[in-house]
């Protein structure tokens, strides 16, 4: 969370920073910053003005484990900027998390987390080009999208408040004239886009299992899974036919133990055939009006075949936000570019 000092006192405020924290470098960084941005705050001006014996107080609560006790003491001095104006400033706390805590037991409408983005992005701008910025997301789609390595704030992070429901829009300290994104609990308001967002890793391996008729078997699925709890390995997915299985895992989880476990699996299963094929990427495309839109399926398919991208697994999450496909990794950034020039605006 990025620092914003009050108008007042701005220079002795971060003097007092430098002299008695060493904890505060993106407040000593940014120094310059907030003087150049002087003229946005003077909107806020009342706002900031009120919130100064708030703030001050804050600065007691710093080096603090914030407890619900403390909440209660520390938001007295908040309730005159309350009255006025719902949303807590909240200045300067060093712990993340502490301030999402703080957020949570005042009951606050809305928790601001000022970072260095203007948002959370619809696709990694390191593969395309300016994408666009999410207006709003729900927390089920940002949990998915985290999950496929898109990350603005740490997922643990915003769990106290995603447990009270409220609010959070991402802000950025350097532009903080662009509206940010705005994460709820749940909303009834369509999606500018059918897709909220795509996201993807690579780094996966699928292991390949054939054998007749192996669907049949009860307990098949078990047998497997626990030779991969055995060695300590996850899996992601599990697409199956009728004489065949196939287990997504990450790469690296497999370590120098892939023989044993192909051999392990053989013998637990009486499997013809366990193989094991690398350089997989997963890609994940998210959006809440995926369930009531037809033919979303039926778009990604058609897309990539005109790109001659070959689909490896694709796997729908019962609660239809999320498809979920497999590329080769050299098709990775070409999936993801297809995907989203197939669905934004």
């Known amino acids: 969370m990025k620092y914003r000092a009050p108008i007042d006192g701005v220079s002795d405020v971060l003097q007092k920073f430098k002299d008695s924290s060493k904890d505060l470098t993106d407040a000593q960084k940014n120094a310059d910053l907030v003087d150049k941005k002087q003229k946005f705050y ?35 001095s908040f309730e005159s900027v309350e009255n006025d104006y ?6 300067m706390v060093k712990d993340l998390y502490n301030t999402q805590r703080l957020a949570q037991y005042s009951k606050s409408d809305l928790y601001e987390n000022w970072t260095d983005v203007s948002g959370f992005l619809i696709a990694d701008p390191r593969v395309v080009d300016n994408p666009q910025v999410m207006k709003t997301v729900t927390y089920r789609e940002l949990r998915e999208l985290s999950y496929m390595g898109a990350t603005v704030i740490h997922e643990d992070a915003i769990f106290p408040v995603m447990q009270k429901k409220i609010p959070i829009r991402i802000k950025n300290t350097n532009s903080p004239e662009d509206a940010g994104t705005l ?26 299992i054939e054998k007749y008729r192996i669907h049949d078997e ?22 199956s036919g009728i004489d065949n299985f196939s287990i997504v895992v990450e790469t690296t989880s497999l370590g120098d133990e892939t023989d044993d476990i192909v051999y392990d699996i053989k013998k637990v299963t009486s499997a013809s055939s366990v193989t094991v094929e690398n350089g997989i990427a997963l890609i994940a495309v998210v959006g ?47 999936t993801i570019n297809t995907i989203y020039s197939a669905f934004v605006k």
């Open 42 to 76: 003077e909107e806020e001006g009342e706002l900031v003005k009120k919130s100064k014996e708030a703030y001050d107080k804050l600065q007691e609560y710093i080096n603090l484990n914030i407890t619900q006790e403390s909440v209660s003491e520390m938001k007295s």
């Open 86 to 91: 719902k949303n807590l400033h909240i200045k």
């Open 183 to 208: 994460i709820l609990a749940d909303t009834d308001e369509p999606a500018e886009n059918t897709v909220t967002g795509v996201a993807g890793r690579k780094g996966f391996s699928s292991i390949n």
């Open 218 to 239: 009860c307990g098949a699925v078990r047998k497997m899974l626990e030779v991969l709890e055995e060695h300590g390995v996850n899996f992601e997915h599990i697409p």
């Open 288 to 334: 809440r009006s995926m369930k009531s839109t037809r033919g979303v399926a039926g778009t990604i398919f058609s897309s990539l075949a005109k790109e001659n991208i070959n689909i490896k697994m694709i796997d729908q999450g019962s609660s239809e936000i999320n498809i979920v496909i497999a590329v080769a990794e050299r098709d990775y950034e070409r």
